[in-house]
Structure formats: C-alpha cells, structure tokens
C-alpha cells in the first residue's frame, strides 16, 4: 500500500523533532555464545555481520529501555511532554495491559493517549506511520514514537539460529505537527503485509490459536522460531520493492539518498537491499555489528547511533526501509533536520 500524497508543501507535516536511544549495559560478544552453542564468532560474523549484542540484566523489562530511550528523544526535542506516545515491541512487558501507558506515565504524561504497535521488526515504521496519521488528522500536535525490545526474552538459548542474531536495545524520536517540505517532515511512506507467509516468523504458543487448540505447548513452542533462508529471500525482496516504491512516490532517484538507515536484519540482506536499489554500500548506515538484530528497536537505534556519530548531518536525504513477521514490511524518507543531542 502507498499512502497518497496530500501533504504538499507548507501542508501539514509530522516532523522529527528529536531522538534519543538507551541500550542494557551488558553486551555479549560471539565467543559467549560460541562457547555454549555449536557455532563460532567466524561464522556469526560472515554469515550476519554481528559481532556482538546488549542484552537486558535479570529484573530489567521491555518498559525500562522504552523510558530511557523516550527521556532522551525528548530532551533532544527540547519538549518535556507530548500528546501521545507510542510503543513499537514484540516484547511487551506483559501480554495485557500494552506497555506505552506504563511508559507515558513513567516519563510525566499520565494523560496523555498511549497505545503498542505490532508489527514485529517494522514496528517502528507502521508507529511512525500510525503517529503522523495522529498529526495530520489534528489529534496530537506531539507524538513520542519508542521502539523498544528485550528480544532475549524470546529466544530459545539453544537454538543457534536464533540466539546469534537478537539483541536488546530501544530507540525513540518525537514528532511535532509542521510543513511539508521543511527538514525533519515524515513522508510519504509505503506500508504492506503478507499474512499468508505469517509461519515464517513466529512464536507458536501462548496466544488464543494454542490456547483453544485443546493441546498443550509442546516443549519450545514458547520460543521465537524463523525459517532463516526464506526469511533472508523475502527481507530482500520486500525491502527492495518497498524502498522503491517510496522513492517514486517522494519523487526521489537513488542518487538522492544520501543515507539508508534499514532495519539491521543481517549486513548480507541490507548489501542486497543497497543494491537491489542502486545505493553504494557506503550510503547504507550498520551498527549490526555492535547491537546485533533489535527488532523494533533498530531504525530509531540506528538513527540515534549516526546522528550521535555525525553521519547523519542537516539537510541530508534518508531513506528508511524495514521488514519484519507478519510477514510486513514498510518504508519512508525524510531530510535530516537540526537536532540537540540526546
Ligand atoms: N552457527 C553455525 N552454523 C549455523 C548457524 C550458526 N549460528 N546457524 C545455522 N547454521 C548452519 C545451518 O545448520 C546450515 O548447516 P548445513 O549446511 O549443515 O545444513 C548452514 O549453517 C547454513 O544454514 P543457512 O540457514 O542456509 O544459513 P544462512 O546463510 O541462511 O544464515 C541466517 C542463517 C539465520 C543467519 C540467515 O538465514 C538470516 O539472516 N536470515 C534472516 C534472519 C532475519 O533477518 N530475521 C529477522 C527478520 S526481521
């Protein structure tokens, strides 16, 4: 689905006015993971890219780095509060109630609209999505838009597959209503969704298709699994299809981005992706190395790690391209604006 485009300039615009990211202190180098599972740091590393991961301490929640990642988005902005805040996890704290009023209230917004996002690793692309629909339907004026993950809490620790590739880690921007055009406006975006290939990425027991199933969970079943090499096939073609699509429906020619910050699924499938689209790879942000795959979590992550770094400067062409189970996937582009740091 391409969203139309109605917002021309000086039309109203959702903008990134801030952004911010918080990660567990521990991190968790391949050899740890080497030394306890039937893989090496030579495979990891050429395989995925990642060389080490954060993962969250015993008695942390998804919450926690949600809370650290919105305070810093919102210092950036230099705004202390917001209308709305959304939270993009696959990891809520608890299956019910959603995690963002628990979030909202805990940064000083008791009050304030606050709802989850589920769209597994495009999560962060649907929120952005769902909070410049906030703001241009003249709901909200400020939306705190989190992507936050404690995936570790998901992995089987015995399948290698999955274990080398997640990590922990949340990231967060605020949009404020503006005009197209000025640097920080959101859009258009391109959103889609596969539901016919929804078993490729799941994680089979706990909600209400087992649970009146009659059968209990088979040992594991509680755990995230994915069909890896299918998963890369579709990552590729999705992301490709899905950065193309908005780059036409910005009016945008590959030459125009200056930087891809894509969801940092595995290094090989962002190189497939920067060439699918005509990008050098040097145009593609990767932290994968340092942080791993973070889910929701890695688009705001990214941006908050190349906007501290200096990659990302004002004035600057953006691409951002994710995919994640569903199957979804989902894209959007923006100029770089002025920010504080977080
Ligand atoms: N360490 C060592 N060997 C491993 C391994 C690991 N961690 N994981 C798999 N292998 C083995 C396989 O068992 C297989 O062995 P075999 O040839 O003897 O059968 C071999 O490596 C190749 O497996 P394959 O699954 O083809 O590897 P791959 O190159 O496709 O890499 C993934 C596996 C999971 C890294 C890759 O498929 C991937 O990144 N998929 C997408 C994951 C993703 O992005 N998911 C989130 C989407 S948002």
């Known amino acids: 689905m391409v969203a139309r485009r109605t917002d021309t300039d000086g039309r109203r615009a959702a903008v990134v006015a801030g952004v911010g990211s ?28 990642i060389a080490r991961r954060h993962v969250a301490a015993p008695g942390t929640a998804t ?5 650290g990642a919105g305070a810093r988005a919102l210092k950036s902005s230099g705004e202390p509060a917001v209308d709305a805040v ?9 299956p019910c109630p959603a995690t963002a009023p628990l979030v909202a209230a805990r940064l000083g917004m008791t009050g304030a609209a606050a709802h989850d996002v ?37 992995l089987d620790p015995g399948d290698r597959s999955t274990s080398v590739i997640f990590g922990d880690g949340a990231g967060a921007v605020v949009l404020r209503s503006g005009t197209a055009g000025e640097p920080g406006a959101l859009g258009p975006f391109d959103l889609g969704s596969d539901g016919e290939s929804e078993a490729l990425i799941t994680v089979p027991a706990g909600g209400s298709r087992q649970r009146l199933s009659g059968v209990p969970p088979r040992p594991g079943e509680e755990f995230f699994t994915m069909s890896g090499k299918e998963v890369f096939r579709h990552a590729v073609r999705r992301m490709t299809g899905s950065a193309k699509a908005v780059l036409a429906r910005a009016g945008w ?19 497939h992706v920067a060439e699918g689209i005509g990008l050098p790879p040097q145009r593609c942000f990767s932290n994968i190395a340092e942080v791993g795959n973070t ?12 906007h501290a770094k200096g990659v990302l400067r004002p004035g600057q062409r953006v691409l951002l391209t994710a995919f994640g189970g569903g199957l979804t996937w989902g894209s959007t582009v923006l100029t770089w604006p002025r920010l504080d740091p977080s």
């Open 63 to 67: 919450s926690d780095l949600a809370v």
């Open 22 to 49: 918080c990660l567990p202190a521990r991190t968790v180098p391949n050899e740890e993971l080497a030394a306890r599972l039937d893989t090496s740091d030579a495979w990891i590393r050429s395989r995925t890219g």
């Open 253 to 271: 020619t590959a030459e125009d981005v200056d930087h891809m910050v894509g969801h940092q699924a595995n290094s090989r499938i962002t190189q």
């Open 118 to 154: 589920s769209a597994v690793c495009t999560g962060f692309v649907y929120a952005l999505a769902s909070a410049a629909g906030l703001i241009l339907a003249d709901v909200a004026e400020r939306v705190l838009v989190i992507g936050a993950e404690t995936f570790s809490t998901l």
């Open 86 to 94: 959304l939270v993009a996890t696959t990891t809520p704290d608890r």
């Open 295 to 306: 889910a929701a979590a890695s688009i705001p992550l990214a941006l908050d790690q190349a």
